[in-house]
């Protein structure tokens, strides 16, 4: 039954994507611009200073031992992440002997037998990559942190958190969750810091050890790495599974190049200069006012506001007049439009905004060009958490049990799929919270949040809609829809 499904969703993506796939070692060029097609459109990738020479990159290199690249996981047709369809695309055509599949962290647990599809049931339908942390966390420097709180299996539909090898009562105890793969690009913005401490957990910023620097602690679900350096190593000895150090000549490169991409979506169906024209795509990114606050002067995605004129457009077709003034009342709807918003531990607590706050998606999404908060630090959305995540039966669940103050919101006991930062700080106050990212580049990386639970955008405008009893009317969805789209 699942593989009918997964081949009718494979007719959806244009022609040519499977051909844009970038294997490991594969050599050629990545180009200074090149378009991909998605199936809301397409959307662009550019390399500052590009093309790039594959060959000599290190980010496009199989340097561990279980044949992947950091490419495996970071393609440009997906907006340098990858979707749950390219993942099934992949195990259509090639099964387990895809890198891709690598049975360290690209399947349910490493002890199931890797040529099974339900072996790799979470990165194929919801593009999920295993991420295993020690417990008790350490810090950086690999000091155990004693958490404030307890955590035990409720349930374990994967069996790696039970497994004799990888569970939490095993010799080398870790938690495995579950986490979509971040977007490599566009990090002019998401590493730039313009704050000293973090309002949302009320804490100094932390100092990055390497350059001496602020770190912007916008890095990975739960921040356990300040820089992408940091990020780097903890990627080549666990997605790639390598045993050496990466040498400081490949570290660089790894580094100037992340730093040199810039992706967003680019045309709309039916090949309309969307995104592209009326926000700049690429190029706005690239060229935008460097650093985390960004261009003040400019409301996010208030670029749209030219669309609301495309009534008076006669080159425009009657459907695309249509969509282009639903992306202009998006836009207005996602800075304009109230509600309340509740229980948010990082915006609802401790900072002095009090529970419940009145505002709209440009509270938490307000940077301009990226959609991230320009202040830093995590916030519990409850995608994660009971009660507010919805139904994932096939992901694990823990009871966490604060030792010392209970949680603001939760009280003493709370139920997850994803600890979120708590994995990191160890404390209970932090269970849930997952780091915003930058909403360029949707229409190519679905699913979306962090655990893969909303399958389309309507899916994720429907969550905000339940989470914070919002009331949008069919209207204002569709409208929110069609901004997200083309962003
Ligand atoms: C098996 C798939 C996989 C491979 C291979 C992989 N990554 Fe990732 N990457 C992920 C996942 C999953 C996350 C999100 C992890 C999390 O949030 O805890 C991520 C996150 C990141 C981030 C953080 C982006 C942000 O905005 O937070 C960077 C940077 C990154 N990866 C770079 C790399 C580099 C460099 C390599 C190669 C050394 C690499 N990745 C290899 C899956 C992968
Ligand atoms: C209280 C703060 C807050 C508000 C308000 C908010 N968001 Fe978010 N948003 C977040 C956080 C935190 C995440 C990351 C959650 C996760 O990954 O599980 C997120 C993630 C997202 C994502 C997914 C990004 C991805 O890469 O998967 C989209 C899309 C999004 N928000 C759109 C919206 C829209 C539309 C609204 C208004 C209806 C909105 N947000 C309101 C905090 C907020």
């Excluded at 980010?59 to 979707?83: D, E, K, W, Y």
């Excluded at 208030?302 to 006669?314: F, G, L, M, R, V």
């Excluded at 009145?358 to 519990?380: K, L, T, W």
Aim: charged content about 20%; aromatic content about 8%.
């Amino acid at each position: 039954m699942k593989y009918v499904v997964l081949i009718a969703a494979s007719l959806l993506l244009p022609a040519g994507a499977q051909s844009s796939w970038i294997l490991p070692g594969a050599g050629g060029k990545l180009a200074a611009t090149q378009d991909y097609p998605n199936a809301l459109g397409s959307l662009r990738l550019q390399v500052q200073g590009g093309p790039v020479d594959m060959a000599s990159n290190p980010f496009f290199a199989p340097l561990g031992a279980n044949g992947r690249a950091c490419v495996t996981c970071h393609q440009p047709i997906n907006a340098m992440s990858v979707s749950a369809l390219s993942a099934r695309q992949r195990w259509q055509q090639y099964g387990d002997s895809d890198a891709l599949f690598a049975a360290y962290d690209g399947s349910n647990c490493p002890d199931l037998p890797q040529d099974k599809a339900e072996s790799h049931s979470l990165l194929l339908s919801k593009g999920l990559i295993r991420i295993a942390r020690s417990w008790p966390p350490r810090d950086l420097q690999g000091h155990v942190i004693t958490p404030d709180f307890r955590i035990e299996v409720v349930r374990d539909p994967t069996g790696c958190n039970t497994s004799k090898i990888y569970g939490l009562n095993s010799p080398n105890p870790q938690i495995s969750v579950f986490r979509r793969p971040r977007m490599v690009a566009n990090f002019k913005y998401v590493v730039a810091t313009g704050f000293n401490d973090d309002p949302k957990d009320g804490l100094p910023l932390p100092t990055d050890p390497l350059s001496g620097k602020l770190a912007s602690r916008n890095l990975m679900a739960d921040a356990r790495v300040l820089t992408l350096k940091e990020q780097m190593r903890d990627a080549a000895v666990t997605h790639l599974q390598r045993t050496k150090p990466l040498t400081a000549e490949q570290e660089s490169q790894i580094e100037d190049l992340e730093m040199r991409l810039f992706t967003a979506q680019q045309s709309g169906p039916g090949g309309d200069e969307q995104s592209g024209g009326a926000s700049g795509g690429t190029d706005a990114l690239a060229n935008g006012l460097a650093g985390r606050l960004g261009d003040q002067t400019r409301p996010v995605w208030s670029e749209y506001a030219a669309w609301a004129k495309a009534a008076d457009n006669p080159a425009l077709t009657p459907v695309q007049r249509a969509f282009r003034l639903s992306v202009a009342r998006g836009a207005k709807i996602f800075r304009d439009r109230t509600f309340l918003i509740t229980d948010s531990a990082g915006i609802n607590y401790p900072i002095g905004f009090g529970n419940p706050v009145r505002n709209s998606c440009v509270f938490c999404h307000n940077m301009s060009q990226m959609g991230m908060d320009v202040a830093p630090g995590q916030v519990d959305l409850g995608t994660t958490t009971l009660p507010f995540a919805d139904p994932q039966p096939d992901l694990p669940l823990f009871k966490i049990t604060c030792l010392g103050q209970p949680h603001p919101f939760y009280g003493k006991v709370i139920y997850t799929h994803d600890p979120g930062y708590a994995l990191t700080t160890g404390r209970c106050v932090d269970v849930g919270k997952i780091t915003l990212q930058s909403l360029r580049g949707l229409a190519a990386r679905a699913p979306y949040f962090s655990n893969g639970m909303a399958k389309d955008l309507r899916a994720v405008v429907d969550y905000y809609n339940r989470r914070y009893n919002i009331g949008y009317t069919e209207q204002e969805k569709q409208d929110l829809v069609n901004l997200l789209s083309v962003l």
